[in-house]
């Protein structure tokens, strides 16, 4: 589901001109060019939110304050409380790293069966009109 989301392409008529670009991370090679694969516009902004939810404190190197922390609590028992911690950390980390998304809903979905949280987000990414959502899931591993 996630790759297939973040895989999919731009069908927006309203601009000629892709205003965001970021590398793909799947690292696949560009047959015409020899370089590595860029996603554009929406599929960038979507792939950006989707790392930043998954991304840890103390993850990046040279950044340690970016990231989301929400792996500590999938480990607590789920309560109505956890929920509103989890929502809250991905509207914090997006309003304040990812400037290309106006953030409109988060949404938290238990799912015990599959042991893991279902996050969705919903924004608007600047320049494109219409609304976008980004869905993952967060599983214990361990």
Known sequence: MAIYDASNTNKSKK?????YKDLDLDFTRN????DVVKIED???VKRSVKNLIQTNHYERPFH???GCG???LLFENFTPLTGIFIRRKV???ITNYEPRARLSQVSVNEQPDRNGIEVTVYFYVMNIPEPVSVTTLLQRIR
Do not use: G, K
């Open 70 to 72: 929400i792996r500590e």
């Open 15 to 19: 601009s000629v001109r892709s205003f």
């Open 31 to 34: 047959v015409v060019t020899n």
């Open 91 to 93: 509207e914090e980390v």
């Open 42 to 44: 929406v599929n960038a």
């Open 64 to 66: 340690p304050e970016l």
